[in-house]
């Protein structure tokens, strides 16, 4: 996938999310769970906002408090 190798991992979830198709989930959700705690948390919160959006669950991704 294109969104791998795109420097800018968030403005890539960002495109995925406008083109709106939910087989982007598992892509989603899978780079999250990889990345969480390696990048910065307006990016990660930004790829969750997609992944809700495209209809996704993600409270198992978010910090625990």
């Known amino acids: 996938a294109s969104f791998l190798r795109m420097s800018n991992s968030a403005m890539g979830a960002m495109f995925l999310g406008d083109y709106g198709d939910p087989k982007a989930i598992p892509l989603l959700r899978r780079f999250a769970q990889q990345h969480m ?29």
């Open 37 to 65: 705690g390696q990048m910065p948390n307006d990016d990660y919160y930004a790829i969750l906002a997609v992944i809700e959006k495209l209809g996704g669950i993600i409270d198992d991704l978010l910090p625990q408090s």
